[in-house]
């Protein structure tokens, strides 16, 4: 028996049935269908009880090649919210792994192409589960330097598209409960 989670209020409604088929139908095309898709696949794996899975799906709309004008992110922008509210809402009973430790080394071992700004846009997710889930640990044996909120920020201002690290600032505040640039301006993270 499947576990039924609560549809995210954050992603395009998911159809009735969809499978890993649809992000390779894109061939090695990362463009906004394929964004919209991953989107999609990620909404629809979650509905299922498939946290974990769903959570992954997002990593690969994260790695979109979008200029930031497609129409598409306007009602969707880059699933930093949505990443935010799996991790709110997985239920104990529900396997998601350590999403720190998968951040942490997901940003260290990025490739090309684009690989500052997916490396970045990993990071950020990684901020997230820090705030959202902080029980989970670091990975103790993997040596790489923790970067600060300021440095995340500013890599995604240098390498995202443009609005990026304001929209991802905005979810740590809401997470945070600050306003504004709170924690840009404190440095904290």
Do not use: M
């Given at each position: 028996m499947s576990l039924s989670l609560p549809p995210c209020p954050h992603l395009p409604a998911a159809p009735d049935h969809m499978d890993a088929r649809a992000l390779t139908?894109?061939?090695?095309?990362?463009?906004?269908?394929?964004?919209?898709?991953?989107?999609?696949?990620?909404?629809?794996?979650?509905?299922?009880?498939l946290a974990a899975r769903a959570m992954l799906a997002l990593d690969r709309a994260l790695g979109a090649d979008l200029r930031g004008d497609e129409p598409i992110l306007a009602p969707h922008p880059l699933p930093y919210r949505p990443m935010a509210w799996f991790l709110r809402?997985?239920?104990?009973?529900?396997?998601?792994?350590?999403?720190?430790?998968?951040?942490?080394?997901?940003a260290d071992r990025m490739n090309e192409p684009r690989r500052e700004q997916r490396r970045w846009r990993i990071w950020a997710c990684w901020q997230i589960a820090r705030l959202v889930r902080p029980e989970f640990p670091a990975d103790?044996?993997?040596?790489?330097?923790?970067?600060?909120?300021?440095?995340?920020?500013?890599?995604?201002?240098?390498?995202?598209?443009?609005?990026?690290?304001?929209?991802?600032?905005?979810?740590?505040?809401?997470?945070?409960?600050?306003?504004?640039r709170q924690l840009a301006a404190d440095g904290k993270g």
């Open positions: 139908a894109h061939g090695a095309n990362r463009d906004a269908a394929f964004y919209h898709t991953a989107l999609c696949y990620a909404h629809y794996l979650w509905q299922r009880g809402h997985a239920p104990p009973t529900v396997f998601i792994g350590n999403p720190r430790v998968h951040f942490q080394h997901l103790p044996k993997h040596r790489v330097t923790e970067p600060s909120v300021t440095t995340i920020a500013a890599q995604l201002t240098t390498h995202g598209i443009p609005g990026e690290a304001a929209q991802w600032l905005d979810v740590l505040n809401e997470i945070s409960g600050n306003s504004g």
